[in-house]
């Protein structure tokens, strides 16, 4: 879940997101629009004449306040693909935009998690791949202050998210161990301290039923080689420039050069 953030601008994708979403556009481009009524409800959930202009605008017109009802909608437990997978390539757009789709940002791509396993084709597969690594890299490289398509969810939910969507996150957790930048690492410390570290486990409430997940996550945390390249990250970033203790509602007051302390102390350990 977020807080109110600033959301990433609609004509400045960076290049790398650009691409990724653009490639999206021509993988999917054999998915016509639904000819049928969207798998939703329209007797308290969306609006039918939002519904109709879902299945009738040009695909690149359909907004963010569409999605929003449409994926807030009660649903069939598995989604027919040809709806989906046809709206997929702007839902990426707009996700890539920080745009809001959803009440809670983990369920952003629930629907295509839905959908059936074999639905998407190798091609389909490889660029909705490539997305979310595009997506995920460059959410790393922002700041909590920067405008990012994180949109104010930390990288744990973003993964999450991806999970619940069916598209793998082992690459993406692969590149974070790469990255070296220093916003990468502050994600790194921010998302562990506040949702894994207390108890070792992924505290999420959208995570308490995908064992897979937590188990994926787990694994990589407490690896003693991941922790000693993330030491190492901590130890070259100059956290007496980072900003001091903000407070927070829990009662607490954490800010960035505390949480990268109490972090470091964790998986040095």
Known sequence: MKPNAPAAQAATLPSALREAVDA???????????????DVCTGCCMDEAMEREM???????????????????????????????????????????????????????????????DALSRPERAAVDAFALAFFREGLGRSAQEPSPFHGANAFDILLMFHIGGIAIAPLLAHWLQDDRASAVLHYADGSYWD???????????????????????????????????????????????????????????????ILEAVFDVISE
């Open 55 to 117: 299945r009738r605008l040009p695909l690149r017109e359909i907004t963010a306040r569409h999605f929003y009802e449409y994926n807030s909608s009660a649903k069939s437990s598995e989604q027919p693909a040809e709806e989906m997978l046809y709206l997929l390539p702007r839902m990426l757009e707009l996700l890539a935009q920080g745009e809001e789709l959803h009440h809670s940002t983990e369920l952003y791509l629930d629907r295509l998690g839905r959908c059936p396993a």
């Open 196 to 258: 894994f570290w207390g108890k070792q486990r992924i505290q999420n409430a959208f995570s308490e039923d995908r064992p897979e997940f937590q188990t994926t996550m787990k694994d990589w945390l407490l690896d003693a080689g991941h922790r000693q390249r993330f030491s190492r990250k901590i130890l070259a970033i100059d956290a007496q420039a980072l900003e001091g203790p903000q407070p927070c509602g829990c009662g607490s007051h954490m800010g960035p050069r505390q």
């Open 24 to 38: 999206a556009y021509a993988a999917f481009q054999r998915h016509g629009p639904p000819t049928q009524m969207l």
